[in-house]
Nanobody
Framework: QVQLVESGGGLVQPGGSLRLSCAVS????????MSWYRQAPGKERELLADISSGGGSTNYADSVKGRFAISRDNVKNLVYLQMNSLKPEASSVYYC?????????WGQGTQVTVSS
């Protein structure tokens, strides 16, 4: 069974950095593109970044371009999201996701709060 487990969230001051991790099991990880999303209360889930199966291609939402970086380790079955220059409006639950045969699997999410 496919499982995704996010970690690394927490409280950070504006301008600070966090690195999120997502551990994936139950599928051939290196064959699948991976994505990071976030969802704030009362808002729709927002796609932030995605990375190709081999890690050579990445894409970012305009809202995070230049400040966030997605990467992956196909040996450890991990995908990361490095977040820099965090702003208060980035406070959300962050999820990693994978689309496998038309079905999107999500983890439970990790809370990020940006506040002084």
């Amino acid at each position: 069974q496919v499982q995704l487990v996010e970690s690394g969230g927490g409280l950070v001051q504006p301008g600070g950095s966090l690195r999120l991790s997502c551990a994936v099991s139950g599928l051939a990880f290196s064959r699948y593109p991976m994505s990071w999303y976030r969802q704030a209360p009362g808002k729709e889930r927002e796609l932030l970044a995605d990375i190709s199966s081999g890690g050579g291609s990445t894409n970012y939402a305009d809202s995070v371009k230049g400040r966030f970086a997605i990467s992956r380790d196909n040996v450890k079955n991990l995908v990361y999201l490095q977040m820099n220059s965090l702003k208060p409006e980035a406070s959300s639950v962050y999820y990693c996701g994978v689309n496998r045969m038309g079905y999107v699997y999500w983890g439970q999410g990790t809370q990020v709060t940006v506040s002084s």
